[in-house]
C-alpha cells in the first residue's frame, strides 16, 4: 500500500505500461458501481476520442488517482450523477472528473493550487466532507507518473478535477 511517508520522500517507482485509455476507465467505473450506489449516485463515462486510444502510464498509480478523485465526487455530489470524461487535447490525454455537487470557493481553490500546504478550515466550507488528503496524495501521484493534475471549480455549480497524462 502506497502511504504518504514514501510520497514525501519520493519513494515511489511508477511502472508504466500501455493501456488503452477508454478500456481502463470503463473497467474502472464497472469496478466503482456499487460504491457509486452506496452514494446513491452513479458514475458515467464520456469519450470524445478515437477508440483504442493508449497512453503509457502506471496503471496501478493510475487506478488510485481516479479512486480518490471519484470518491471525493460522490462525497459532494448528494446523490447527483459524476460524470468521467476521456478527451484528446493536443499532447495529452485528458481524463476529468465531472461533478454537480456544491463546488468550491476562490478561498479553497486558492489553497488548493498551493498544494495542501495546511488544511482547509472549517470556516471556509463547513459542509466539507473529508482532509484534503486524498486530493494531495493524488497530486503528488499525478508528478510521479508524469502527469498534471488540476481543479476547476465554481460555488454552487459543482467541481472538476482533471488528469492531463502526457
Same mark, same amino acid.
Given at each position: ?14 511502472? =508504466? ?20 450506489? /452506496? %452514494? *446513491? ?14 497512453? /503509457? ?5 493510475? &487506478? ?6 471519484? +470518491?471525493?465526487?460522490?462525497? =459532494?455530489?448528494?446523490?447527483?450523477? +459524476?460524470?468521467?470524461? +476521456? ?13 454537480? #455537487? ?15 500546504? !495546511? ?11 473529508? /482532509?484534503?488528503? &486524498? ?14 493534475? #488540476?481543479? !476547476?471549480? *465554481?460555488?454552487? =455549480?459543482?467541481? &472538476? %478535477? ?5
Amino acid at each position: 500500500a502506497l502511504d504518504t511517508e514514501r510520497l514525501a520522500n519520493n519513494s515511489i517507482s511508477p511502472r =508504466h505500461e500501455v493501456l488503452e485509455i477508454e478500456a481502463f476507465c470503463r473497467d474502472f467505473v464497472e469496478q466503482l458501481r456499487p460504491l457509486a450506489k /452506496s %452514494f *446513491h449516485s452513479e458514475v458515467q463515462l464520456y469519450c470524445w476520442q478515437p477508440q483504442e486510444t493508449c497512453v /503509457s502510464t502506471d496503471p496501478r498509480l493510475l &487506478g488510485r488517482i481516479l479512486r480518490n478523485l471519484l +470518491i471525493n465526487a460522490l462525497r =459532494h455530489a448528494d446523490g447527483r450523477r +459524476i460524470r468521467l470524461t +476521456i478527451r484528446l487535447r493536443q499532447t495529452t490525454c485528458r481524463v476529468a472528473v465531472l461533478d454537480n #455537487g456544491m463546488g468550491m470557493t476562490a478561498e479553497v481553490r486558492k489553497r488548493l493550487r498551493q498544494g495542501f500546504r !495546511s488544511s482547509i478550515p472549517s470556516y471556509v466550507l463547513p459542509n466539507a466532507k473529508g /482532509s484534503g488528503l &486524498g486530493l494531495l496524495i493524488s497530486r503528488q501521484l499525478a508528478s510521479s507518473i508524469g502527469a498534471r493534475l #488540476g481543479v !476547476s471549480s *465554481h460555488l454552487a =455549480h459543482g467541481s &472538476g %478535477f482533471f488528469l492531463d497524462l502526457p
